[in-house]
């Protein structure tokens, strides 16, 4: 029987098995952050380990910088506190860091992918559940507890049960105004927040073939939304074209071996799932969230549901009860004050060009506070040689410094209580973008046109 | 860390019957800024606990004199969200030894069982039966039983399943560190095998 693209990179770093079947898996790059990585320093200094292989560990600062003034010392004492002790560690067990003022810094998923750290065919793991985003190129990535972290530190290796695998299939022409934001928040609104758990996702069919590799990181990015622990992508031309010539992509001969090893990965055509969807790319519309968990979305033309068919309706209407929406309304025309365009989901420079060129010579309006955080100092240098700072700019959109940001407000950067905020990121829970926040997730076309007329409205009929 | 045991718990339990509970809500985001693992129980479910002034919200479980114990039951897709083990730890910090649901995410169930925090899965048949013999008497003691992998309310039981590995773990006190150094070699020669 044939392999999936998910079996082959599995089974290629099993280790041993240990009792109970559970497998010892190698994990070939370990990203770090200042967040979830103290404690496991902390733990492994306490037991007297060595870093088993720091060459391997990747480290930024991404979850808790400010996203003003990066160059100052940090205003918040323990941000400042947490940043600092990463960078300490990093020195006292000599792994690379790009902390704040390195020309590399930015989101941990959005550096991995534009340094050439992430390749085809690894195993990547990373304390943050968002690390899905690098299955993208094919690769076996996922999120991970702190404990873990220590263990990948001792002995590079996780001990992991192989989870089921599910193939999700979207086929079809994507309309105008259709993005892969779209896409995932579609599929996900299929298959609710915990369809995917316990599974591996592969996306199949032409509409991920024909993304980009920006793309498909929105894709991969929020395969967690559904509970699955990883989404993947098989490598072709595209994915080989994008690593090409990066800083830690392999060079010449090398490149070209394992560009031979890669193509080698896709799913066999006679390998079997244990789970299989199929959706036709023309059902898809711009879509936006109503809820307090990213299965919570519907078109942006459409109504509000009355119920969930996935929980029981006392959860539902606490969710309604905290986005202050009623049951079967629109949310057409609903006044927005708040537009977030970043995070690990969209704040690559394919996104901040398509706002630039949406925005160019318009105003945003007068109610809305927008506000753009760029996920790397490279995207930010990138976005500024195309002179898309100044289209920002002028269109009243602040252009911030990079970081995690309003995605999950652990910096400043919070939408005040009660405040609906259109935002590019992932989650959507209760107090996620600051307490009492109400966010609406959407893609950065949705988020910009929002921006534009300060109010929810019909994408498909404003870009007509 | 500090290694643990788990092998048997009779204990009072306390309902939280809300679905999809996200790290989010178990811990808030502005609390990850701390370097230790300790003191996280303080503000487990802070926004659903305290009001913006820091007072105590009456209407939320944890508040609610008339229930206490080592047992959280709580709604279906349990810990979905962020991999952050601070959820685990602010549940653990606060006192429980087992968590009970009908449906666990997997991030935070690997995370529980790292941290001696039990995750015991039931039916949501089982689930409901639960949580209203709770909510309906307080002093409802609930009985787990790792060995046997046993869950059981008064005279009905249902059994849960844990990984076999973890299983011995918990049962021994034993945690992941330890059994990966102990396998050096065994990754040392796959390391050149790679290559």
Same mark, same amino acid.
Request: charge should be negative; aromatic fraction near 10%.
């Given at each position: 029987? +044939? ?110 992918? =534009? $340094?050439?750290?992430?390749? %085809? ?13 690098? +299955? ?88 967690? =939304? ?23 992509? %392999? ?8 560009? @031979?090893?890669?193509?080698?990965? %896709? ?14 790319? @023309? ?13 919570? +979305? ?28 009623? @049951? ?51 995207? =930010? ?11 920002? @700019? ?45 966010? $609406? ?11 534009? =007329? ?8 404003? $870009?007509? | ?13 306390? /309902? ?24 996280? *129980? ?13 007072? /105590? ?14 047992? !959280? ?7 979905? *969200? ?12 606060? *006192? ?20 001696? !925090?039990? /995750? ?6 089982? !689930? ?9 008497? /307080? ?13 059981? !309310? ?42």
């Amino acid at each position: 029987m +044939g392999k999936t693209l998910f079996d082959k990179v599995w089974d290629a770093h099993v280790v041993t098995s240990a009792e109970g079947g559970i497998d010892v898996l190698y994990i070939d790059k370990h990203l770090i952050h200042e967040v979830t990585s103290p404690q496991a320093f902390a733990e492994l200094e306490e037991r007297g380990i060595q870093l088993f292989r720091p060459e391997k560990i990747m480290a930024t600062a991404d979850h808790n910088v400010p996203t003003w003034d990066q160059h100052l010392p940090i205003k918040d004492d323990l941000s400042r506190f947490q940043v600092n002790k990463l960078t300490e560690n990093c020195a006292k067990h000599n792994v690379e860091l790009y902390g704040l003022g390195h020309k590399y810094q930015g989101i941990v998923h959005v550096i991995g992918p =534009e $340094l050439g750290v992430t390749q %085809p065919g690894m195993t990547i793991v990373c304390g943050d559940s968002h690390t899905s985003t690098h +299955g993208a190129f094919g690769s076996i990535a996922f999120g991970i507890g702190t404990s873990q972290v220590a263990q990948v530190m001792a002995s590079q290796c996780l001990l992991q049960n192989k989870p089921k695998k599910m193939r999700v299939n979207v086929n079809g022409v994507l309309a105008k105004g259709v993005s892969p934001k779209d896409v995932i928040l579609y599929i996900i609104a299929k298959l609710s927040a915990n369809g995917g758990t316990g599974y591996f996702v592969e996306f199949a069919g032409n509409v991920f073939r024909e993304m980009s590799m920006e793309g498909r990181m929105t894709v991969c990015n929020m395969s967690i =939304e559904m509970g699955a622990r990883g989404g993947m992508i098989a490598p072709d031309e595209t994915t080989f074209e994008y690593v090409r010539g990066r800083e830690f992509a %392999p060079k010449g001969e090398d490149f070209e071996k394992a560009v @031979a090893y890669w193509e080698t990965l %896709p799913t066999d055509n006679d390998a079997t799932f244990d789970l299989e969807y199929s959706y036709d790319a @023309a059902d898809i519309e711009p879509m936006i969230t109503f809820g307090t968990n990213p299965g919570m +979305g519907i078109k942006v033309t459409e109504n509000v549901p009355t119920e969930d068919k996935f929980s029981g309706q006392e959860s539902f209407d606490k969710a309604l009860g905290y986005m202050g929406f009623k @049951a079967g309304e629109s949310l057409i025309n609903k006044q927005v004050n708040f537009v977030f365009i970043g995070s690990c989901t969209n704040s690559r420079i394919e996104d901040l060009r398509l706002v630039a060129e949406l925005v160019k010579g318009r105003k945003k309006a007068d109610n809305v506070n927008a506000f753009i955080v760029p996920g790397s100092k490279l995207v =930010e240098a990138q976005a500024k040689s195309e002179g898309l700072d100044k289209i920002f @700019a002028e269109a009243g959109f602040q252009l911030r410094e990079p970081g995690c940001s309003a995605c999950l407000g652990m910096n400043e950067d919070k939408i005040p209580a009660g405040e609906y905020c259109v935002s590019t990121s992932n989650r959507n829970f209760e107090g996620r973008q600051g307490q009492g926040a109400r966010t $609406l997730l959407a893609s950065p076309l949705v988020a910009a046109i929002t921006a534009l =007329e300060g109010k929810i409205v019909d994408v498909k009929a404003y $870009l007509n | 860390m500090k290694v643990e045991k788990f092998q048997k718990l009779t204990a009072t339990a306390v /309902p939280l019957p809300i679905e999809n509970i996200d790290t989010d809500q178990i811990i808030p985001a502005r609390f990850l800024k701390a370097t230790s693992r300790e003191g996280f *129980g303080d503000n487990l479910f802070c926004d659903w606990r305290y009001d913006s002034a820091g007072n /105590p919200k009456a209407d939320f479980v944890l508040n609610n004199p008339k229930y206490s114990g080592e047992i !959280l039951v709580a709604g279906r897709n349990f810990g979905c *969200g962020s991999s952050r083990e601070h959820a685990a730890w602010s549940i653990h910090d606060f *006192g429980f030894k087992v968590v009970v649901s009908s449906f666990f995410a997997d991030i935070f169930k690997g995370n529980a069982l790292n941290n001696f !925090l039990l /995750p015991v899965q039931v039916s949501e048949e089982f !689930l409901q039966e639960i949580l209203q013999a709770v909510i309906n008497e /307080p002093s409802t003691e609930l009985t787990i039983d790792l060995e046997s992998q046993t869950i059981a !309310l008064g005279n009905k039981s249902e059994s849960f399943s844990i990984d076999g590995y973890k299983k011995m773990c918990l049962l021994n006190g034993y945690d992941d560190i330890d059994f990966l150094l102990s396998l050096k070699d065994k990754i040392e020669a796959f390391e050149q095998k790679a290559v």
